[in-house]
C-alpha cells in the first residue's frame, strides 16, 4: 500500500524558515517523481514544488521561486521542502503527492502538515 | 499562473447527474490531455478520480466521467449518491512545466 507521511510543519514568525519532511513507503520511491501541493485554510488547492525521480529537474511555483527548496533522499525514501522567508500567506496544510509514472498526474497523496506563520 | 476556473457550488439530488465545468486556456487545458480531477472531503486528502481528461483510476465508481472540449473540461458524476457529498478540484498540466488547480467546487447533494 503505498503511503506518504509529512512531518515537521507548525508555528513559525514570518521571516522564519521550517524543513517539511514526506516519508514513503509501499512502492519503489526512487523511481517516483514527486510534488508538494499546499492548502491554505478554507481554500483551495495550489501547486507549489516538483522534483523529479533522481533530482535532476525541479520546479517551483513563482510564488515560492526563490524562497522555497526541494529535495530527496531516495537512500532514506524521504522527501523535503526548505522554505525561508517565510510570509503569512505560506500558512496552509502542505501535501506530499507523487506522480503517476506515465503522464504528469498526482496519484497519490499524503495526509499533509500545516504550516502557520504568524507573530 | 492564473487558477483554472470552477464554479464555486453545484447541487442534485440523489439519483441526479451534475457536470462541474473547469476552464483554461490554451497553454494548460486546451493544450494538453492532462486533466486531473480531485475528490476531497473535509479535512482529508485530495483523492484521484480521473485523469487525462477521461481515465478512471482502479476503484473509482464508473459513474464518475471526465470529458474536454477546447480550454473547457468537465466532470460528470451520474446516478448522484450522498457519498459524493465534497468539495473537487480540477488539475492541469501547463505549458511553462507547472500544475496549476482549479478554484475547487463544493458539491451538495440535496
Known amino acids: ?119 | 499562473q492564473s487558477a483554472l476556473t470552477q464554479p464555486a457550488s453545484v447541487s442534485g439530488s440523489p439519483g441526479q447527474s451534475i457536470t462541474i465545468s473547469c476552464t483554461g486556456t490554451s497553454s494548460d487545458v486546451g493544450g494538453y490531455n492532462y486533466v486531473s480531477w480531485y475528490q476531497q472531503d473535509p479535512g482529508k486528502a485530495p483523492k484521484l478520480m480521473i485523469y487525462d481528461v477521461s481515465n478512471r483510476p482502479s476503484g473509482v465508481s464508473n459513474r464518475f466521467s471526465g470529458s474536454k472540449s477546447g480550454n473547457t473540461a468537465s466532470l460528470t458524476i451520474s446516478g448522484l449518491q450522498a457519498e459524493d457529498e465534497a468539495d473537487y478540484y480540477c488539475s492541469s498540466y501547463t505549458s511553462s512545466s507547472t500544475w496549476v488547480f482549479g478554484g475547487g467546487t463544493k458539491l451538495t447533494v440535496l
Open chain 1, 1 to 119: 500500500e503505498v503511503q506518504l507521511v509529512e512531518s515537521g510543519g507548525g508555528l513559525v514568525q514570518p521571516g522564519g524558515s521550517l524543513r517539511l519532511s514526506c516519508a514513503a513507503s509501499g512502492f519503489t520511491f526512487s523511481s517516483y517523481s514527486m510534488h508538494w501541493v499546499r492548502q491554505a485554510p478554507g481554500k483551495g488547492l495550489e501547486w507549489v514544488s516538483y522534483i523529479s525521480s533522481s533530482s535532476s529537474t525541479i520546479y517551483y511555483a513563482d510564488s515560492v521561486k526563490g524562497r522555497f527548496t526541494i529535495s530527496r533522499d531516495n537512500a532514506k525514501n524521504s522527501l523535503y521542502l526548505q522554505m525561508n522567508s517565510l510570509r503569512a500567506e505560506d500558512t496552509a496544510v502542505y501535501y506530499c503527492a507523487r506522480k503517476i509514472s506515465s503522464g504528469p498526474t498526482l496519484d497519490y497523496w499524503g495526509q499533509g502538515t500545516l504550516v502557520t506563520v504568524s507573530s
